[in-house]
């Protein structure tokens, strides 16, 4: 998987994806990460890459050129070309497993008070946004784009079933997680989860996620598919 990325700040992706899972994907070369720095793209002695608004308002807005050509340098194949904007779709993980599926993807790097319309309109493809907040700039929602995809390519997490177990993944969120030791400063482990009784275990797991998942995100509860066990114990 290869990801285009074009942004302002080149600089913010120096350090942040060098660490663990990710760092350890672009070893093998299982992904590749090229930023390219938008502002290699104007054509003034300044590298003007915003500019007001037209209309008035506060705000400066990129402008469209330097964009284009930018993406235009980076890919001519269709991929997928990701806006990170808050007036975007909310990246969900269905989402992350669609972009997933592509065998590369651009994602162009909203800033100030956001880009030109026609970026918008004759250039991206698929504005995202991570949540209902306003960030500095699109470049966190970038990488987190890129962590979360990255994460379900094949042989990238140790394990097929734990990607396919996650949270979210099974549109439940997910029950509590313990290690060693059994007891800490007076809180123990659920004596199940010591039993060695993995349909006890698996039950228990269950219930858990349902219980989090009413308190913290009653909202996935009407898509997730759910037993008539499951729904017994929610109307409990
Ligand atoms: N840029 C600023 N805020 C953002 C958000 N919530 N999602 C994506 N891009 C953004």
New binding site residues.
Partial sequence: MRFHVLTLFPEAFAQPLQFSIVARAVQRGQINIDVADIRDYTHDAHGTADDYQFGGGHGMVMKPEPVFEAAEAAERAQIPVIL???Q?ELLTQKLVEELASSPAIAIIC?HYAGVDERIAEGLATRP???????????EL?AMIIIDAVTRLLPGVVGSPESVAGDSITTGLLQHPLYTRPAEFRGMTVPEVLLSGHHAEIDRWRRRKSLERTLEHRPDLLSTASLTNDDRRYLAG
């Fill in positions: 990170t904007t808050p975007g909203g995202v946004s991570i949540g209902d907040y306003v960030l500095t700039g699109g929602p």
